[in-house]
């Protein structure tokens, strides 16, 4: 039997790629388990300056861009496709978040295997696997951090140019606005009723109001509520103390991190639905060397009190 997981890095400087690729192999003909090749090597002309050479065929991006967006660049504009944008430039910001936010997610899936490679491997391989997971980490930092830059700049370069259109093109984009969003409310409401069909053994032709009222109905706000525990919060360089422990925990479970209305950059793990399971991680972690963890709520994004999450959670 041969199990692998494979893993990959780039890092790009002048027309030379430093990159390296890890698999980890299970094999009857190994005894030991698992072993680590790394491959170095280099290539000319890696970073593309946007026009192929002649004969050269053009590569097609493995991270596809959905068409259809949610994209607020003021109170007054809103963009629900690609197409909206008014620069090339800031159209080009968007979709480079875009990608950058699959990049993401393909290396915390990839993070998360190594992670379970890791907690199965013998004692002396847990150190070549644990330079991986360091890495992936790294990456998703630098990421996490870019990809709100992208949307901003793009958000400022739009909204720049609607402050200085004049007043009929907004309304005549509002309005377009306006169909566009009811053309897709039509078509998911064609959708939702198709699907319905399918399930149904009896053909029930659903009205609008009545879709509204049932997404109302089903749709709880206990689905909305996540519980994390925040294992540290720094404004400024982190101590070599604390980032050695988030080092360290990042070998065991993922590790995410913000920065606060304040600057500050707030480190979490978990992604727990009760509070119950909040506080078993938060018992946990601190066996695995965070001194004061903290448990934290947020509503669809936006943080909240433990005590406002438990009471809407009914979970008291």
Same mark, same amino acid.
Do not use: C
């Given at each position: ?6 893993? +990959?890095? &780039? ?5 030379? !790629? ?7 192999? #299970? =094999?009857? +003909? ?8 790394? *491959?170095?090597?280099?290539? %000319? ?29 003021? #109170? ?9 944008? !008014? ?10 978040? %875009? ?8 290396? +915390?899936? *990839? ?18 696997? #644990? ?13 996490? +951090? ?21 007043? =009929?093109?907004?309304? !005549?984009? %509002? ?5 566009? !969003? ?50 540290? @919060? ?36 978990? =992604?727990?639905?009760? &509070? ?32 406002? @999450? ?7």
């Amino acid at each position: 039997m041969l199990l692998f997981i494979a893993g +990959s890095r &780039y890092l790009s400087a002048g027309n030379f !790629r430093l990159g390296y690729e890890a698999f980890y192999l #299970s =094999n009857t +003909s190994n005894p030991e388990g698992f072993y680590l090749q790394e *491959q170095i090597y280099y290539s %000319q002309d890696t970073v593309k300056t946007g026009h192929p050479k002649p004969g050269e065929a053009v590569e097609k991006n493995e991270f596809s861009i959905h068409e259809t967006v949610d994209f607020h660049v003021n #109170s007054e504009i809103l963009y629900l496709s690609i197409d909206h944008f !008014r620069k090339n430039e800031s159209k080009k910001m968007f979709s480079d978040g %875009q990608i950058k936010e699959k990049e993401l997610s393909r290396i +915390s899936a *990839q993070t998360d295997s190594l992670r379970k490679v890791y907690a199965s491997s013998p004692g002396k391989k847990k150190d070549e696997i #644990s330079v991986l997971i360091l890495k992936s980490e790294e990456h998703s930092m630098i990421l996490n +951090s870019e990809i709100p830059v992208l949307y901003q700049n793009a958000r400022n370069m739009e909204d720049q140019y609607w402050q200085a259109a004049p007043l =009929n093109e907004k309304v !005549r984009f %509002q309005e377009k606005i306006k169909s566009f !969003r009811d053309s897709l409310a039509l078509q998911e409401l064609k959708e939702e009723k198709e699907k319905m069909a399918k399930i149904l053994t009896d053909t029930i032709l659903i009205s609008h109001e009545s879709m509204q009222r049932k997404e109302v109905k089903t749709e709880t706000v206990t689905s909305t509520i996540v519980y994390k525990i925040q294992i540290g @919060a720094y404004k400024g360089k982190i101590p070599d103390a604390s980032n050695k422990m988030i080092k360290k925990l990042s070998m065991l479970r993922k590790v995410e991190n913000y920065s606060d209305e304040k600057g500050v950059k707030v480190y979490t793990t978990g =992604n727990l639905k009760t &509070y119950q399971e909040a506080v078993t991680l938060q018992a946990q972690v601190k066996q695995e060397g965070v001194k004061n963890p903290v448990i934290m709520a947020f509503q669809k994004g936006k943080k909240i009190t433990v005590d406002e @999450a438990r009471k809407l959670n009914n979970d008291l």
